[in-house]
């Protein structure tokens, strides 16, 4: 009888795994930063809902946050 005391093989390394959850927490934040600026009454629009940071920074904090998954995906820890 064969004792395999194989450690489990993990498709990326540690370091991926920290750059993936960085990369999660800024998409969040991003999507944190387009919430609210709605309004209670139906008959009332509010003008904040195309405030600079819903319309420009939010967006643009998803895509370096997915920019970064993509990075953690890629980067070779080999090298």
């Given at each position: 009888?064969?004792?395999?005391?194989?450690?489990?093989?993990?498709?990326?390394?540690?370091?991926?795994?920290?750059?993936?959850?960085?990369?999660?927490?800024?998409?969040?934040?991003?999507?944190?930063?387009?919430?609210?600026?709605?309004?209670?009454d139906?008959?009332?629009?509010?003008?904040?809902?195309?405030?600079?940071?819903?319309?420009?920074?939010?967006?643009?904090?998803?895509?370096?946050?997915?920019?970064?998954?993509?990075?953690?995906?890629?980067?070779?820890?080999?090298?």
């Amino acid at each position: 009888m064969k004792n395999n005391d194989q450690k489990p093989q993990f498709l990326f390394e540690k370091i991926n795994y920290k750059i993936l959850l960085f990369g999660i927490g800024v998409i969040a934040l991003g999507f944190i930063l387009m919430s609210g600026g709605g309004s209670d009454d139906p008959n009332v629009f509010n003008e904040e809902v195309f405030s600079f940071r819903r319309i420009r920074l939010a967006p643009t904090v998803v895509l370096i946050g997915f920019g970064i998954t993509i990075y953690s995906i890629f980067k070779n820890p080999k090298k």
